[in-house]
């Protein structure tokens, strides 16, 4: 992944910006065309549109009106994000890769494992657009997974948008997030990917509190949990009971006196190592953490 940019991109505005649209001939980055067919891309579901990806290699120019040649198919496209979404004019989308008849198809994109969902994330807040791209790089040096990512220029119906961050979106999979898979029939064990984070679409119906509020909450903050693997309406009563009352108790022994014991404080719930790994990453970043 290159985290350098051509000057063009860090000045190319979309004219709903307030400046003069650019054009976009050439550039080093993959060039991402999407087609949308006269359709206006929604928040959900996701729509229909067609994909072209222009790459012809690593320190190659990749010209706009060269043959789609690193993709060239279907895919649902949908916006994504809540306050990027809603305040930037510069939108972040999640990508779902198609076949003819709908269904997901997994492909390998820019050199990373097939998959069929991905994200364009715009960095609009973020001027020098290294910032989350530094995170996951730095992320996947220290932990067992960080999503991959790929600087990319998009063009959207013929408009030329800006740089986005192409990631892999957080999912189960050998390549991605590798927890095992679930029981269908019900029972507690298995695998589980849970996440802090906004509450927004679906994600609203697996949502609970915290029941040990942040510190400094002067607004009546608190910490939301989120099913995001498997999906809310895919959990047993009995499987989202046991994941709360998990972490409840994760809770409540960080706060305990004993909480360092080797035998039963934090070290029967984490691997300290990674979590150390985490919560450092996150603090260097400023990530949304709750």
Excluded at 77 to 98: D, H, M, W
Aim: glycine letters at 8%.
């Amino acid at each position: 992944m290159r985290l350098a940019l051509p000057l063009f991109a860090l000045i190319g505005f979309n004219a709903s910006y307030g400046f003069a649209q650019v054009t976009l001939d050439e550039s080093p980055l993959p060039i991402f065309l999407i087609h949308t067919n006269n359709q206006t891309i929604p928040n959900e579901p996701k729509i229909t549109a067609e994909l072209g990806v222009i790459y012809n290699g690593p320190g190659e120019i990749n010209q706009v009106s060269d043959p789609p040649n690193a993709y060239n198919g279907y895919i649902g496209i949908e916006r994504r994000g809540a306050t990027s979404q809603a305040f930037f004019p510069k939108v972040p989308y999640a990508i779902e890769l198609r076949d003819a008849a709908g269904n997901d198809l997994k492909t390998a994109l820019l050199g990373m494992p097939e998959e069929s969902d991905w994200a364009l994330i715009s960095n609009f807040n973020d001027k020098s657009l290294i910032r989350d791209a530094l995170a996951y790089t730095l992320a996947a040096r220290l932990m067992a997974y960080a999503p991959r990512c790929q600087f990319v220029e998009l063009v959207l119906n013929g408009e030329y948008q800006g740089v986005y961050l192409l990631t892999e979106r957080i999912k189960r999979d050998p390549n991605r997030v590798a927890v095992q898979k679930n029981n269908p029939n019900g029972d507690i064990t298995g695998g589980y990917i849970l996440k802090l984070d906004k509450e927004e679409g679906d994600s609203v119906l697996g949502a609970w509190n915290s029941h040990i509020p942040p510190p400094n909450a002067a607004w009546g903050q608190s910490i939301k949990f989120l099913y995001h693997y498997p999906r809310t309406e895919d959990l047993t009563v009995q499987q989202r009971l046991y994941i709360q009352q998990w972490m409840f108790a994760f809770e409540e022994n960080l706060r305990s006196p004993g909480f360092a014991d080797p035998a039963n404080g934090y070290r029967k719930y984490l691997d300290p190592a990674s979590f150390i790994d985490y919560m450092w990453l996150n603090e260097a970043f400023k990530n949304f953490v709750g």
